[in-house]
Nanobody, 124 residues
Framework: QVQLVESGGGLVQAGGSLRLSCAAS????????MGWFRQAPGKERELVAA????????YHVDSVKGRFTISRDNAKNTVYLQMNSLKPEDTAVYYC?????????????????WGQGTQVTVSS
């Protein structure tokens, strides 16, 4: 079992920055690829970024490339999402997910564990 706890969400003005963290329980964190997803009101949950178990391979959806960066610290059992140049359309609940098997891709169907979500609101 893996428990995931997100933190770092909040209200920020357009152009601002936030860093989300997702702390995982357990001693096998590096065996999981990790992903950050988001879900805006009335929209489907979508993948934002993913990272392999070792951290050597990352993926970012086109809409956040150059603005968001996913990273992980396996010694701290934590994955991060640094979000810069935020836009109102980034407003959503952000979830982290763990996928057993340390390689990408991370998809909704392949995610084994989910966090409870953290709200990010970007005002214009």
């Amino acid at each position: 079992q893996v428990q995931l706890v997100e933190s770092g969400g909040g209200l920020v003005q357009a152009g601002g920055s936030l860093r989300l963290s997702c702390a995982a329980s357990g001693r096998t964190f590096s065996r999981y690829a990790m992903g950050w997803f988001r879900q805006a009101p009335g929209k489907e949950r979508e993948l934002v970024a993913a990272i392999s178990g070792s951290g050597s391979v990352t993926y970012h959806v086109d809409s956040v490339k150059g603005r968001f960066t996913i990273s992980r610290d396996n010694a701290k059992n934590t994955v991060y999402l640094q979000m810069n140049s935020l836009k109102p359309e980034d407003t959503a609940v952000y979830y982290c997910a763990a996928s057993s098997g340390s390689s990408l891709p991370v998809t909704i169907g392949r995610a084994d564990y989910w966090g409870q979500g953290t709200q990010v609101t970007v005002s214009s």
